[in-house]
């Protein structure tokens, strides 16, 4: 199989698409819908409009990334901050099991934790639910949400409750900290680093999507042994997801598809395409290769890690029509 090499056929599995000038639409984006926009996009014309003002040099990183990454008088560490939320008939169906959903919604803000190699220790819980859900399905939820928490060390301090007719919501905000010499971020990534996921890729479907779990300890593990550019976790999809990383570390890339690591079932385009796969996904010196293989063998023997392919220099960007990954606003229904 031909390797997949965005110099040639583009800057991600299925780019984000280019909307050109549309009848309907006017150039302010007055008459324009979120799903004209997509996730992305829609960010680009927000975050420019957030009230940073002199804050702007505390900021590692900011909106865009993993987590929100913040510089601390002390100096030796960095504030970490991140909000997810979980929504009925977007992350989970109505008949999903309470333990199950509250065990995603804590979870997801820490993958975001690991993919900054970063620890977390507090959090904050807020549910939106219709008056009508039964107190038992709440009390539930919220089992599971402890259970996540406690499996991280993660203290809940607090939150908020509101009433809806929508679907049920809930929102996880986690603060933590992590180390100025491990502190990992999307935009690090360099031309000639090779490109390594951690466990597989695809099986979404299969109700992983409820039950995994954070690759903290492998993220920590891998910024206490090597350097690693950069990195993030893929919640999105492949076709989505890296992407972002390349496009933030100003470089190109080049996937042997045939060496993406594959879930029991799943093809090509689950792997790509389908999101919420919660690995790692990270770029380091192919002069690394050797000793990161062997070393992540003994540490982690039952989890797989594959190298997928490399980063290379940015060059024009061609399209070409491969799935992508899951894109807000843009999905069906």
């Known amino acids: 199989m031909e390797p997949f090499d965005s110099r040639r056929h583009g800057h991600a599995f299925a780019l984000q698409c280019r909307h050109a000038h549309r009848a309907g639409i006017s150039r302010d984006g007055a008459a324009m819908k979120l799903r004209d926009l997509g996730e992305d996009r829609l960010l680009d014309q927000l975050l420019p409009h957030l009230p940073l003002g002199k804050t702007l040099k505390a900021f590692e990183a ?14 030796r560490n960095f504030l970490v901050l991140k909000t997810d939320c979980v929504v009925e ?26 993919a900054t190699s970063a620890v ?3 959090a904050l819980v807020t549910l939106v639910a219709s008056k009508e859900i039964e107190v038992a ?11 996540a928490a406690e ?23 986690v603060v933590g900290f992590v180390e100025k010499n491990r502190c990992v971020l999307r935009r690090g990534g360099k031309a000639g680093d090779d490109l390594f ?64 690591p ?24 192919p002069r690394d290769r050797s000793r990161l293989q062997r070393g992540w063998k003994k540490k982690f023997p039952n989890l797989s890690l594959t190298r997928i392919g490399s980063l290379n220099r940015k060059s024009r960007i061609e399209n070409r029509k491969l799935p992508r990954g899951y894109v807000h606003f843009q999905q069906p229904g």
Not at 62 to 75: E, H, I, L, R, S
Not at 137 to 147: E, F, T
Not at 158 to 170: A, C, F, K, M, N
Not at 206 to 235: G, Y
């Open 62 to 75: 900011g909106a865009g990334d993993d987590c929100a990454v913040v510089k601390t008088p002390t100096g």
């Open 197 to 260: 996921v951690t466990g597989r890729l695809g099986g979404a479907t299969k109700r992983r999507h409820l039950q995994f779990a954070p690759r903290i300890a492998e993220s920590r593990w891998l910024t206490k042994n090597f350097s690693i550019h950069a990195m993030m976790d893929l919640s999105d999809g492949l076709g989505v997801d890296l992407p972002r990383l390349v496009r933030a570390s100003k470089v190109g890339f080049k996937i042997e598809l045939e060496n993406l």
């Open 120 to 122: 977390p220790q507090f």
């Open 151 to 173: 499996r991280f060390k993660v203290s809940i301090v607090g939150g908020e409750t509101s009433s809806t007719r929508g679907p049920i919501v809930i929102s996880v905000s």
């Open 262 to 285: 594959l879930s029991r079932g799943a093809k090509i385009d689950n792997a790509i395409s389908e999101g919420e796969d919660y690995e790692l996904l990270f770029a380091v010196s």
């Open 89 to 114: 008939d977007v992350h989970f169906m109505s008949e999903a099991d309470a333990l199950d959903i509250g065990w995603k919604a804590m979870m997801r803000p820490l993958s975001d934790f690991a």
């Open 137 to 147: 399905w709440i009390k539930k939820l919220y089992r599971g949400l402890r259970r």
